[in-house]
């Protein structure tokens, strides 16, 4: 089992930036590709970016593209979002995920592991 912590959540002013954490634990040796997904009220759970085990590898969401970046960490277990250029649009629950597999995936049933959410407002 792997578990997911989410942190970094807020209220953000359109144009501005902002980074979210989530820190892995548990059985997290297991060379884990991770993600990260969000929901808006009333909306599905859509895939944002996603990168492989070694970093090399990552994908984005074309609504996110050149302007957020997903990172690993793997000695501290941690993967991180970067955020920039905020938009109202962007406004939504944000999950963090890692799959059993150390390349990525854009589908919600390719993910293992799911965290609890942290919140991202932004304000126009």
């Known amino acids: 089992q792997v578990q997911l912590v989410e942190s970094g959540g807020g209220l953000v002013q359109a144009g501005g930036s902002h980074r979210l954490s989530c820190a892995a634990s548990?059985?997290?040796?297991?060379?884990?590709?991770m993600g990260w997904f969000r929901q808006a009220p009333g909306k599905e759970r859509e895939f944002v970016a996603a990168?492989?085990?070694?970093?090399?590898?990552?994908d984005y969401a074309d609504s996110v593209k050149g302007r957020f970046t997903i990172s690993r960490d793997n000695a501290k277990n941690t993967v991180y979002l970067q955020m920039n250029n905020l938009k109202p649009e962007d406004t939504a629950v944000y999950y963090c995920a890692a799959r059993r597999d150390s390349v990525v995936a854009r589908t919600r049933s390719g993910y293992d592991y799911w965290g609890q959410g942290t919140q991202v407002t932004v304000s126009s």
């Open positions: 990168i492989s085990w070694s970093g090399l590898n990552k």
């Open positions: 548990g059985r997290t040796n297991n060379r884990n590709a």
